[in-house]
């Protein structure tokens, strides 16, 4: 498989690492600095773009392999406020487009497992319930897109619960996010639900890149050859 990788930060060197171990090739390399080689020609010598750079950039580069016509992965978080407008261009161009706030394995793992506590939850009103989310320093987002999409599981499941905020809730239907910033952190998440009886937590730790890396290879290989937008619950037969 040729890969473009649109952002070459420390998760496209992640994912390079295991690309090339798994025998891939990586034909295009772009950062802040070489922008100008991210042309259609170039990212249309690949098979599969994998886009890891910014809230600030992540549109306009999923945009542009979408219209060169290549499949393509996206990482980036913090800018879903444009995600039915990206939809629509995807489905205009009958293109390929996998997005995932968190492509660890253990992560998707989680997300199941909080969507099953949630629901368990949902009849015990005596609970109370928050999120917590910790990562590095140079995370421009907050709260993390994982966080977010904790979130808005718990959201559909609890009904006293009507939005989240990023910050200590003030009212019984906010579902308050805590983000803390403590280097270097690669992601921890944890969903608490509290009672004056007792508690109940369940953590994510990530300890390293390598779980992002390896689920973002695994998403490139599994859209070859699709057409649509999918998720890591198709690539992870979760659906
Ligand atoms: N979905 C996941 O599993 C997951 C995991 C980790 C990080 N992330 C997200 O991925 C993104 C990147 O994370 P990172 O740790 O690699 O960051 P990083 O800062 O180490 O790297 C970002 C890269 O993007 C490049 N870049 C920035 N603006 C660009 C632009 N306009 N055009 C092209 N390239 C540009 C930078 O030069 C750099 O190479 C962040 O949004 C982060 O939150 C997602």
Redesign the pocket.
Known sequence: MKIAL???????QAIEEIAVAKGHEIVLK????N?AD?TTEAVQQADVAIE??????AFE?VQKCLEAGVPVIC????WLDKWDEIKSICQQQNGTLLY?????IGVNLFFELNTYLAKLMANHPEYDVLLEEIHHT????APS?TAITLAEQVLHHIASKKQWVNEPATNKEQLSIVSERIDPAPGTHKIKYTSPIDDIEIIHTAHN?KG?AG?AVLAAEFIIGKKGIFTMKEVLNLA
């Open positions: 649109i952002g070459y930060g420390k998760m496209g772009i950062s802040i600095d922008t991210f890891f750079t910014s809230p600030h950039s580069n990482g980036s978080t913090g995932a706030s968190n492509f660890s140079q995370k421009r987002d897109g890149r992002f689920g």
